[in-house]
């Protein structure tokens, strides 16, 4: 439960930025509640890869510490993600 309870507090640092940038995917992709999801998922990934290249690896020194490895954290992230942002884009897709 200490685990979880970590990603989520890695989480809340982005949410906000997340539901900006599903808000902002959603008429570019006519929408596409699939493709939405897709591109999140595709920049998660990005994210992931760039931060395990770089020297920015080093600030999740406290995750690793708590036993959860990067990967883990960014797919949990979009997981959560997922399940926070989707029934929005749904209520937004009937709306539109």
Known sequence: ????SSIFVFYKRFMLYSFVLSM???PLCKNEIFLV???????????WYFI?????KQT????????????LLFLVFYIIDLFLTLPILLILKEFT
Do not use: C, D, R, W
């Not at 439960?1 to 979880?4: A, F, G, I, V």
């Not at 395990?52 to 920015?56: D, F, L, M, Q």
């Not at 999740?60 to 990967?71: A, E, Q, R």
């Open 52 to 56: 395990n290249e770089t020297k920015a």
């Open 1 to 4: 439960m200490h685990k979880l």
């Open 37 to 47: 999801q897709a591109i999140k998922l595709f920049l998660v990934g990005f994210l």
């Open 24 to 26: 902002a995917l959603l």
């Open 60 to 71: 999740f020194v406290l995750y690793k510490n708590l036993g959860i490895s990067p990967f």
